[in-house]
C-alpha cells in the first residue's frame, strides 16, 4: 500500500505497514493548509491519514483501494466538491464508504446539498477535538455494524449466503488472495414458477432448498449464496482441471437428483473474478450471460464475453442517445404500401420507423425497439411518429396527392400512459386530419392482461371513426374467437402464414372467411412471390402488403409511389407489358440500397431457407429476373445440386432439373460459358452448343446471367437469374453478394454438420436430448404437425445408481444399452430420446390410442428384477397440449418410481 499511495503524491502519516494495516483509514480533503494540519493533528494519533488535495486524486485513490477506506471527510470549499459527491454516488462500492462534510460556516443550503450527496454527518469549524474524535468513532462503528450485520446474513434452510453477505465474503475472499483468480457461476431454475403451479409451493421450496444445500456442498465451492427465489451464485477458484463445464455437469447432476424430477438449469459463467471489478457487477455478468440463451432448448451454458460485453454497451448506447435522436430527427418514417388484392390499386400504407443513428447507421426496428417497449421510450416514439404522418398528409394535401389510410402502429405500454391516447387524437385533429385516413394498428397481445381496461379504451377511438388493425394475427395468443371479442376492423395475417402459404392456407381461408362473414377486412403482409399473391386472391384476401409490391418507402419516394400507380388499375394476369410495367415501378431502387437489403436479408433471424429466398427476390427483382437461384457443388459425390431458388410463380424447377446432376455436364455448360468471373448470355441463340440451347429453351429461358461462388478461387457453385430484363448492363450487383452468399453456405454447413453430430446418444444410438429439445420444438411451432394426435412415453431406469455403484460403471451402461433395447422392442427408434443418463422419452406419432396404451402396457410388463425402468404415458389428441401432457406424463411415471423403490425399501435420491 506504501507504494500504491506515493503514485498519487500524497503522504499517509503512516509509520510502517503493519501499523496501516492495523488503525482505520480515513481519506482526508481539506482546502486549506492551516485546516488540513489542523485535522491531521486530531485524527493521526488514532487513524492513518490519507490526504488528497485534489478531488481527482481522491476519487483515483478510492476506486483502487475502496475496501480499506473506513471514512472519506471532505471540505465543502474544495473545488469541484459536489461533483466528487455525486461521482462516489454512481458506484455502489464507493457510495458504502461513509462522508463526514467539513466547513466554515453554517450555511443550511450546502448541508442539504452535502446530504442529498450521501453525506452521513456535517461538523462546523472551529473544531472541539473530542467531538469530532467521537463523531468518526461512531460514523465508521455504524458503518462497520451495518456491514458486519449485512455478512452474517445465512438461509437457515439451506445455509447458503445472502446475496449481500455473498458478495460482502466475496470481496474479503479476493481482498486476502490478491494473486487468485476465480470464477462466478449463476444458476437459474428454468420454468420455476410452472414447477410452483403444477406441484405446490411446499414441494417447489423443498426442491429449491435441496439445489441450494446441494450446491454448498459441492467440493470445488468455496462459498454460494441465494440470489433470488430461484437463482443461486457460487464461486470457485480457477484451475486447468476444474473447467466451468465440469462445474455445469457437476450442476445439472444436482438438479437431476433433486426431489422432483426432469427439471432444467441455465447457466452462467464469469471466469475473471479477480479484485479488479467489483463482485456485484461480476454476479451481474453472470446472470446477463444467462440472458442470451433463455427460451433456447439446447443450450444451457453460456459465458460473459466482450461480445456480450459490447452488445450491453451497444444497448446502453442505444438507450443514452434514444432522447437526442428524436430531438435531432434521426428517427424516419417509412412508408410500405398496401394493394387491393383485386384491382392492384394502392389502398394504404403502414408507417414503419427507421432508425438512421450517427454511429451504427440504418438500423432495424428490431434492434431497439424491443429496448424502447422495456424502458417505456416506445410511447414518445409512437407519438413523433403519429405526429410526423398527420404533417406528411398535409403536405401530401397542398401538393394535390391523393392520399391513403396510414395505419400507426400502437403500443401496449401507450395505453398505460394516462391520457397519451387523448394526446394522438388531439393531434390528428389539429392537423384537420379525417379519423377514416388513420388506422390505429395494435397486436394481438394487447389483448392479453387487464383486456377489459384496454378494450375500453380502443372501442372509445373506434367510435371516433378510426379502424383498427391488428397486426400478427395467429402468431401466438389469438385465435378465431378473438375476432368476435375484441374491437377490430382488420385483420392482418401473420407473415408465417405466408411463408408458408402451401401448408397453410386452410388455415388462411378460414380465418378470412370467418373474418369476412364478422364483416372485418383482411390484410396479408410479406406477400413476396407472384403465387403467394394468386393464392391469397383466390382466397379471397382483401389487401396485400410486401416485397411483392414495394419495400418500405421514404416518404419522398412514397410521394413518387403514389403518383406513378394512380392510373395502375386492374391489371389483366396475361398482360405482360403492364405486368412488367407494374414491376418496374415497384422496384426503382438503386444498387446500394438493394446491396443494404441483400445482406440484411441474410444476416437475418429467420431459418436459412426463408431468408435467402428473401435474398433471391430482391436479386431477381432488381434485374427483372423470372428466377434466381444458387446451384452448389458436391465434389465428393461428384453431383451439383439446386439448393435454393426463387421463382417469379412460384415453382422450383431448377431444384428439380439440378437434382443431383453429373458435374460432367455441369462442366460442359460452365465451359460454353467461358472461364470469366461472370457472364452474360443476353440471347441463348449466341450459344453453339445446341444440347445446352435445348435444355435453356425448354426451361422457358431466353437470357441468363450468371457468376461463380468462389472459397479459395476455388468454384464451389454458382448464382444466376434468369431472363433478366432490367440493369442488365450492370453485373456489379452480382459480384458484390457473392462474399455473402459464401458465407452463408459455408456457416450453415459447418451448423449442420455439428448439428447431425450432437443429435445422436453415443452409447445407444438414440436421439439425444438436443434432439428431443429440436423436435419438441418443431412440433409446437408447426400449425399441421400440433394438430396431430401423439402418444408421450417417459421412462426412468430403476436401480441405476446401484449398478453403477456396486458392480461398476461398465455394468451401468449394460443396464442402459439393455432399457434401450427393451424401449426399441415396442415402438419406432425414431421416435425414442435418451434425455438424461437414466431418463428416456417416447413421441409415438401415430393415429390408433388403443394401440398406444396396449404398447405401454406391454412394454411394463417386459420388465424385469434386472432390467427395469419407471413408465408413465399420455395419449395427446392435439400436440399443442404437449407441454401439460407431459407434465402428467412425468407424474404418471414419479408415482410408479416412487412404487418401485416403496417396494424395495430404498429411498428414490439414493438409487
Known amino acids: 500500500m506504501g507504494e500504491g499511495t506515493k503514485k498519487y503524491g500524497f503522504d499517509s502519516g503512516m509509520s510502517s505497514v503493519d501499523e496501516f494495516i492495523v488503525k482505520k483509514n480515513i481519506l482526508l480533503l481539506e482546502s486549506k493548509v492551516e485546516n488540513l ?98 463523531r468518526v468513532k461512531n460514523v465508521i462503528y455504524l458503518r462497520e455494524s451495518a456491514a458486519a450485520l449485512s455478512a452474517v446474513m445465512m438461509e437457515p434452510n439451506t445455509g447458503l449466503y445472502t446475496k449481500q453477505a455473498f458478495i460482502h465474503h466475496a470481496e474479503m475472499l479476493l481482498s486476502a488472495n490478491p494473486g487468485k483468480v476465480y470464477m462466478l457461476i449463476g444458476i437459474d431454475i428454468v420454468n420455476s414458477k410452472l414447477t410452483n403451479s403444477q406441484y405446490g409451493e411446499k414441494r417447489c421450496s423443498e426442491f429449491l432448498d435441496y439445489v441450494g444445500r446441494s450446491l454448498g456442498e459441492l467440493e470445488m465451492t468455496l462459498m454460494a449464496g441465494r440470489y433470488s427465489n430461484d437463482q443461486f451464485i457460487i464461486m470457485v477458484e480457477k484451475s486447468e482441471q476444474l473447467t466451468s463445464r465440469v462445474i455445469a455437469g457437476k450442476i445439472q447432476n444436482i438438479v437431476k437428483e433433486a426431489p422432483i424430477a426432469h427439471q432444467s438449469v441455465k447457466i452462467g459463467v464469469y471466469d475473471k473474478l479477480d479484485g479488479k471489478i467489483s463482485v456485484i457487477s461480476c454476479c451481474d455478468r453472470a446472470f446477463w450471460a444467462i440472458r442470451t440463451i433463455k427460451g433456447i432448448y439446447n443450450e444451457y451454458i453460456s459465458y460473459y464475453t466482450e461480445e456480450l460485453r459490447e452488445q450491453l454497451i451497444t444497448e446502453q448506447r442505444i438507450q443514452d442517445s434514444m432522447e437526442d435522436a428524436l430531438v435531432k430527427g434521426q428517427f424516419k418514417v417509412y412508408y410500405q404500401p398496401k394493394h387491393n388484392c383485386k384491382t392492384r390499386q394502392v389502398s394504404g400504407a403502414e408507417a414503419l420507423v427507421r432508425w438512421n443513428h450517427p454511429d451504427y447507421g440504418f438500423m432495424a426496428p428490431s434492434r431497439f425497439i424491443p429496448l424502447f417497449e422495456k424502458n417505456g421510450f416506445i410511447t414518445k416514439l409512437d407519438s413523433y411518429v403519429m405526429e410526423q404522418v398527420c404533417k406528411d398528409m398535409v403536405d401530401w394535401k397542398q401538393k394535390g396527392i391523393d392520399i391513403v389510410p396510414v395505419s400507426v402502429n400502437i403500443s401496449r405500454r401507450d395505453f398505460y400512459e394516462e391520457g397519451w391516447m387523448d394526446k394522438q387524437l388531439d393531434v390528428i385533429t389539429r392537423y384537420s386530419i379525417d379519423p377514416r385516413m388513420i388506422h390505429m394498428e395494435v397486436t394481438e397481445s394487447l389483448y392479453t392482461g387487464n383486456a377489459d381496461t384496454i378494450i375500453e379504451h380502443v372501442k372509445k377511438v373506434q367510435k371516433k371513426g378510426y379502424e383498427i388493425e391488428m397486426d400478427d394475427f395467429g402468431s401466438g395468443y389469438s385465435s378465431l374467437g378473438m375476432l368476435n371479442e375484441f374491437p377490430l376492423d382488420i385483420v392482418k395475417l401473420d407473415i408465417s402464414f405466408i411463408r408458408r402459404i402451401e401448408q397453410s392456407d386452410v388455415v388462411i381461408d378460414s380465418v378470412i372467411s370467418m373474418a369476412h362473414r364478422m364483416g372485418l377486412k383482411t390484410i396479408a403482409e410479406g406477400v413476396e412471390t407472384q403465387a403467394q399473391f394468386v393464392k391469397l386472391k383466390e382466397l379471397g384476401c382483401d389487401y396485400i402488403q410486401g416485397f411483392y409490391f414495394s419495400r418500405p418507402l421514404p416518404k419522398e419516394e412514397f410521394e413518387k409511389y403514389l403518383i406513378d400507380h394512380k392510373e395502375i388499375g386492374v391489371l389483366r394476369e396475361q398482360d405482360d407489358d403492364v405486368a412488367e410495367q407494374w414491376r418496374a415501378l415497384s422496384n426503382e431502387l438503386e444498387i446500394k440500397n438493394i446491396l443494404l437489403e441483400c445482406v440484411n436479408s441474410l444476416v437475418a433471424e429467420e431459418n436459412q431457407q426463408s431468408k435467402i429466398r428473401h435474398f433471391l427476390s430482391v436479386i431477381a427483382k432488381f434485374y427483372g429476373a423470372t428466377c434466381a437461384y444458387i446451384v452448389e457443388f458436391d465434389k465428393e459425390r461428384n453431383i451439383a445440386n439446386c439448393t435454393f431458388e426463387w421463382d417469379s410463380v412460384g415453382g422450383e424447377y431448377k431444384k428439380k432439373y439440378f437434382r443431383d446432376k453429373e458435374m460432367a455436364e455441369i462442366d460442359i455448360w460452365l465451359k460454353a460459358f467461358g472461364e470469366h468471373d461472370a457472364y452474360y448470355v443476353k440471347s441463348i441463340k449466341d450459344i453453339e452448343d445446341k444440347n445446352i440451347y435445348r435444355v435453356l429453351l425448354e426451361q422457358g429461358i431466353n437470357s441468363i446471367m450468371s457468376v461463380p461462388l468462389l472459397i479459395k478461387k476455388e468454384r464451389i ?97 449394460m443396464l442402459i444399452q439393455d432399457i434401450a433395447n427393451l424401449l426399441k422392442t415396442h415402438f419406432n427408434p425414431s421416435h425414442i430420446y435418451r434425455i438424461g443418463g437414466d431418463e428416456f422419452v417416447i413421441l409415438s406419432h401415430g393415429k390408433d390410442k388403443n394401440k398406444f396404451y396396449s404398447r405401454v402396457e406391454k412394454l411394463k410388463q417386459s420388465c424385469n428384477e434386472d432390467v427395469s425402468a419407471a413408465i408413465g404415458g399420455k395419449w395427446i389428441d392435439e400436440a399443442r397440449n404437449f407441454q401439460e401432457s407431459i407434465a402428467l406424463a412425468d407424474k404418471e411415471m414419479y408415482e410408479d418410481k416412487t412404487r418401485y423403490y416403496l417396494d424395495k425399501g430404498h429411498d428414490r435420491r439414493r438409487r
Open 37 to 134: 494540519e489542523i485535522s491531521k493533528k486530531i485524527l493521526m494519533d488514532d487513524y492513518n491519514v490519507i490526504v488528497a488535495q485534489d478531488v481527482r486524486i481522491a476519487l483515483r485513490i478510492m476506486q483502487d483501494n475502496y475496501r480499506i477506506i473506513s471514512l472519506i471527510m471532505v471540505d465543502v470549499e474544495m473545488s469541484d466538491c459536489f461533483w466528487f459527491l455525486e461521482e462516489i454516488c454512481k458506484v455502489p462500492e464507493l457510495a458504502a464508504i461513509p462522508i463526514i462534510v467539513t466547513t466554515d460556516d453554517n450555511e443550511a443550503d450546502k448541508e442539504e446539498k452535502s446530504l442529498e450527496f450521501g453525506a452521513v454527518d456535517f461538523i462546523m469549524r472551529p473544531y472541539n477535538n473530542r467531538i469530532v474524535l467521537a
Open 717 to 813: 457453385g454458382f448464382l444466376s437469374v434468369d431472363n433478366p430484363t432490367m440493369n442488365v448492363e450492370s453485373m456489379l450487383l452480382l459480384r458484390a453478394v457473392t462474399s455473402f452468399v459464401v458465407t452463408e453456405i459455408e456457416r450453415h454447413r459447418y451448423i449442420s454438420l455439428l448439428e447431425n453430430i450432437s443429435f445422436v446418444d453415443s452409447l445407444t444410438g438414440l436421439k439425444n436430448r438436443t434432439a428431443y429439445d429440436r423436435d419438441i420444438a418443431m412440433i409446437e411451432s408447426d400449425e399441421l404437425n400440433n394438430k396431430k394426435p401423439m402418444g408421450v412415453v417417459f421412462a426412468d431406469i430403476n436401480g441405476l445408481k446401484s449398478r453403477n455403484d456396486n458392480v461398476g460403471h461398465e455394468a451401468g451402461d
